[in-house]
């Protein structure tokens, strides 16, 4: 079997992209899907994305880490398949998708920068040393003297597989405060089970985590990962935060075909 596929990144974090439409992607072969997020066998990549129609909306995104299992909303996926959508001629400079957790709206400016908005985050928790909140997949974020002396690939997993978490786990996001206001960031990824370039729903988690701890009082945040600047905005009233919004490049790569 051909297998065309296109490859996309968002601020590093890359992505296999399907044009599943007709349904002929074996959605089940968990094996195939990791055997192509391969960085050696296969592809490469750290999740792999189909867009498949949707009766409600534009289209639908089905999201897989590269371990070869669906997961919850991917921020950096979710912009990508705005640009892949895009390429495919399905829509121009705004659309309505239906992922994992439900519709998001979605705009693509002249430069390919997406702003994609995120749900609502209403529920956070406070521990100690640490705070946890889900922006579509859960997240555990820690302040850090040194992002750069983190070893987020030991360390993130300790904490992702600890019994804080139990058998679903969390993404784990080390974050330190820069004197220009903006936050460095860097974030291991459940289901690649490593540091991954960067994380969209992870600086979203970061950034409202920053705003509720009091750490900046602005409501829209930059933040610096590994793979480039992202840009998460929203709105808080009466402790909920809404109109949250991620916003950053996500470029095409290549394209090919793979042989099944
Ligand atoms: N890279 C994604 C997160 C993808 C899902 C995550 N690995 C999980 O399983 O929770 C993003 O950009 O949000």
């Known amino acids: ?26 959605k089940e072969n968990t094996e195939l899907v990791a055997k192509l997020c391969d960085r050696r066998f296969g592809i490469g990549a750290d999740g792999l994305i189909l867009l498949e129609n949707d009766e409600t909306s534009d289209f639908r995104m089905v999201y897989y880490n590269s371990d070869g299992n669906t997961s919850s909303m991917c921020g950096n996926g979710g912009r990508c398949i705005v640009a892949f959508a895009k390429s495919l001629g399905l829509i121009e400079n705004s659309t309505r998708f239906m992922a994992t957790d439900g519709l998001h709206d979605a705009t693509i400016d002249a430069d390919g920068i997406v702003s994609l908005h995120m749900k609502d985050v209403d529920h956070i928790k406070t521990g100690n040393g640490y705070i946890f909140l889900d922006t579509g997949s859960p997240h555990h974020v820690e302040f850090v003297e040194d992002v750069r002396q983190v070893n987020v690939a030991e360390l993130g ?7 804080m978490y139990g058998s679903a786990g969390s993404n784990v996001n080390f974050v330190k405060p820069e004197a220009d206001g903006r936050f460095s960031v860097r ?22 985590a920053v705003h509720y701890l009091g750490k ?23 402790g909920k935060y809404s109109k949250v919004y991620l916003i950053g490049p996500a470029e095409f790569v290549f394209k090919g075909t793979f042989i099944v």
């Open 1 to 26: 079997m051909e297998l065309n596929f296109y490859k996309y990144q968002g601020t590093g974090n890359d992505f296999v992209m399907i044009d599943n439409r007709d349904l002929s992607f074996p």
């Open 157 to 163: 997993a300790k904490i992702r597989y600890s019994d």
């Open 187 to 208: 974030t291991y990824e459940r289901g690649v089970e490593d540091e991954t370039l960067s994380c969209g729903t992870g600086v979203t988690a970061v950034a409202i």
């Open 216 to 238: 900046t009082k602005s409501e829209t945040v930059k933040l610096n990962v590994e793979g480039g600047t992202l840009e998460v905005s929203f709105e808080v009233r009466d």
